[in-house]
């Protein structure tokens, strides 16, 4: 009984994810910049440019291939020596994604480009978008449909009446958003944002019948979050993030902590714990050493899957670099440092 529960379950979240193109998403959304809004590209407080790498394992002991998500991204700040109180930020990200044994595959590259501008001496309006390239790719010899069921297993040798007339679709992608920081002190950052994602609506099926529909339905985020230096050792991060796509609802909550193990900051211990509402627990641990970044979080189900998991929700791994242009030996940095 439990052998075709977990199997019935595999099958439900491979079409799932396939029947409702929901997106992929990142526990460490904060470590995610251009995947969470848009305005995000150059949008560096403490820095002149950043790259990132990001993996996430979802599932690995009720699978037997879990699902895996994994991003490379880059942005800089362009302008600022020739632009008043302000400055471009360009930047691009690629995604992947492996969805159970592997029969459904995402590839997605993106290109983005964002405007900053100071608003006086303590705020900051950011507005952006990007414009990118989305394929998907099914193996449909991989996929078990519930006219396969034999009663005690998924037979593939028994003929499905389920037929894809296509087994690979792309579409072009966009995405725009606008950020809002608050600086009144060198000990504390406020920043909000919004972005709205799929505004082209692109049209996504493995079907020829257009009647059926098809269209990727907009997705809107939303974030806040602070960097407050509360001790001469201590900076907390907390962070609200909220989205919403075809009726499915994410609401996530939180907060990072850094220890200053150094006397100028080159080496910090990062704790945070965070809870995404009817679903997870996810504790955060990471370690900053000088301009490198590596955080380790990990979901821990609440919700009912964890009857079949045992709470065992997903691994999450990011890497993030920051780095100063040469010339810019005197940057100033927006936000609370050690």
């Not at 099914?138 to 037979?155: E, N, R, T, V, Y």
């Not at 989205?243 to 609401?251: D, M």
Request: hydrophobic share 40%; glycine share 8%.
């Amino acid at each position: 009984m439990r052998i075709k529960k977990i199997i019935l379950l595999n099958t439900l979240l491979l079409l799932v994810a396939g029947a409702f193109a929901q997106d992929l998403h990142f526990s460490q959304f904060f470590n995610s910049p251009l995947t969470t809004n848009p305005a995000n590209t150059g949008f560096i407080p403490d820095a002149d440019y950043r790259i990132g790498v990001h993996y996430r394992n979802q599932w690995s002991n009720i699978m037997a291939e879990p699902y895996k998500t994994m991003s490379a991204f880059g942005d800089a700040q362009l302008f600022k020596e020739r632009l008043e109180n302000g400055w471009v930020g360009v930047g691009g990200m690629i995604l992947s994604d492996v969805a159970g044994s592997g029969a459904l595959r995402s590839t997605k590259v993106y290109g983005s480009v964002a405007y900053h501008q100071l608003l006086g001496n303590s705020s900051l309006l950011s507005a952006g978008f990007n414009l990118g390239w989305a394929q998907k790719r099914i193996d449909q010899s991989a996929l078990k449909f519930p006219d396969q069921f034999d009663g005690k297993f998924f037979d593939a040798q028994i003929p499905s009446s389920v037929i894809l007339q296509n087994t690979s679709v792309s579409y072009f992608d966009m995405q725009v958003g606008m950020n809002y920081a608050y600086f009144p002190q060198e000990n504390v950052y406020i920043n909000a944002g919004y972005s709205i994602h799929h505004v082209n609506k692109p049209r996504e099926t493995f079907f020829n019948d257009q009647t059926s529909d098809g269209i990727i339905p907009m997705r809107h985020i939303g974030f806040v979050n602070a960097i407050l230096k509360v001790h001469e050792r201590v900076i907390i991060n907390p962070n609200v993030y909220f989205t919403t796509q075809a009726g499915s609802r994410e609401l996530t909550g939180g907060m990072n902590a850094n220890y200053n193990l150094s006397e100028f900051g080159e080496k910090q211990l990062i704790a945070g714990l965070y809870y995404r509402y009817q679903d997870a627990v996810i504790p955060v641990v990471g370690l900053e050493l000088g301009t490198l970044k590596f955080t380790f979080s990990y979901d821990v189900t609440t919700s009912s899957l964890k009857n079949y998991n045992n709470s065992r929700g997903a691994s999450e791994f990011s890497l993030i670099k920051k780095g100063f242009y040469p010339t810019n030996v005197d940057r100033q940095s927006l936000c609370p440092k050690f």
